[in-house]
């Protein structure tokens, strides 16, 4: 585990929330797999139902102020919603406890974006809601030991990202990704640049974007945060994974997450930066084919909350 930095949190009874996430999916078999293969330091409230989760062995709690140092637990939250979907109560639920300080950190197992508007919400998913809640838009990135990712755009046509990528906003987001990265390991990443078009445009002959615009903003940063130059959407991969501490800056949702779920599916985290308490979250989907099979593979889900847990140290 990346080495954290200890003075993000000061409070002795670490807590950390996680979410069941949407009933009918894989996130109560993977979170249940995972409590019988970890047995954390700091305390874990598993927050939804059990009609849900009928995992036995976990003390019931009406309060999380309630649950003991080391103690895993169940925080039995109603199970009503529109649609026929309570995992927004639940994630709500985790969220305002955060914000209250009762939890330090929340693990969310997935949710249906469909669901979710089709229940009147406003949001698409974790990442709008997170979005609400936070003074600037919270950066996507993920985390394995061997490939980290930055996404610029995520959950946006591939149409609209040419639109979004301007010098100034690139220079912001760079600077959120690694002030929080350094706020949170307490260690400095160098930073590689994927290009967007193939072969990062070659000189201009495949598009003027990385002249125009990528190649500026990386040099707006170079006397602030150790980069290490522009390279092909090909390439950045390999290089990043040949590096220590190496962080990708990939500008779309899938050229950043095709290679890094292929590589890292099983291993892989994400953790979103940004926020005022951490949250992290495993890179699968509810997986509604093979839910209830007791086939679910819970290595996300277990990294996703041993990456909480260290960084809560």
Not at 84 to 94: L, Y
Not at 187 to 211: D, M, V
Not at 240 to 254: E, F, L, N, Q
């Amino acid at each position: 585990m990346p080495k954290p930095n200890a003075k993000i949190l000061d409070r002795e009874n670490k807590v950390i929330a996680v979410t069941l996430g949407d009933p009918q999916g894989i996130g109560p078999e993977v979170i249940a797999k995972s409590l019988a293969l970890a047995a954390p330091s700091a305390s874990l409230l598993i927050v939804g139902s059990s009609l849900y989760f009928p995992h036995g062995g976990l003390r019931r709690l009406n309060d999380a102020r309630e649950i003991s140092p080391g103690e895993t637990a169940f925080l039995e939250v109603a199970a009503e919603a529109a649609a026929g979907d309570p995992s927004f109560n639940w994630v709500r639920t985790a969220v305002e406890l955060a914000l209250e300080g009762q939890v330090q950190a929340v693990v969310t197992a997935p949710v249906n974006k469909n669901k979710w508007l089709a229940s009147g919400l406003p949001y698409r998913g974790h990442t709008d809601y997170f979005a609400a809640l936070a003074p600037a838009p919270p950066a996507m990135f993920f985390w394995s030991p061997g490939l980290k990712v930055a996404l610029f755009t995520h959950h946006i046509p591939l149409r609209d990202v040419f639109a979004r990528l301007e010098r100034g906003a690139i220079g912001v987001f760079v600077r959120q990704v690694a002030g929080e990265l350094q706020r949170l390991f307490g260690q400095e990443f160098t930073y590689l640049f994927s290009g967007l078009n193939p072969h990062a445009g070659e000189s201009g002959r495949l598009g003027r974007e990385e002249i125009e615009v990528l190649l500026p903003a990386i040099g707006d940063l170079r006397d602030e945060i150790r980069v290490a130059g522009l390279f092909p959407p090909d390439v950045v991969f390999s290089k990043a994974r040949s590096m220590k501490d190496a962080v990708v800056i990939a500008w779309s949702h899938d050229q950043g997450l095709i290679p890094f779920k292929l590589l890292h599916g099983g291993d892989g985290v994400q953790l979103t930066l940004g926020l005022p308490f951490i949250r992290t979250s495993p890179v699968h989907g509810t997986a509604f084919d093979i839910a209830g099979k007791g086939i679910a593979d819970p290595s996300s889900m277990l990294a996703a909350m041993r990456l909480a847990e260290s960084l809560l140290r």
